[in-house]
C-alpha cells in the first residue's frame, strides 16, 4: 500500500503496476503526485505553476515570400 504523503490515505497504487515518472493522484486531497523511485515508492507533488507555452507559436512553416 501506497499512502499519500499529503493526507495520508491510501493511495490503491499497486508498486508492482506503476512505473517511473508517472502521475499518481490522490482521491482525497486531489494531490498530483509524480513517481520518482518504485522501490521503495518515492512521490514528488507536481508544481502546479508550471506553465511554460512558448514554443507553440512558431511559424516557420510555408512562409517562403
Ligand atoms: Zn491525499
Do not use: Q, R, W
Not at 506503476?18 to 518515492?42: A, K, R
Amino acid at each position: 500500500m501506497v499512502a499519500c504523503p499529503e493526507c495520508e490515505s491510501d493511495l490503491d497504487i499497486a508498486e508492482d503496476e506503476i512505473d517511473e515518472g508517472e502521475i499518481v493522484s490522490c482521491p482525497e486531497c486531489g494531490t498530483d503526485f509524480e513517481v520518482i523511485t518504485v522501490s521503495p515508492i518515492e512521490l514528488k507533488p507536481v508544481e502546479e505553476d508550471y506553465e511554460e507555452e512558448d514554443e507553440d507559436e512558431e511559424n516557420e512553416d510555408g512562409d517562403l515570400s
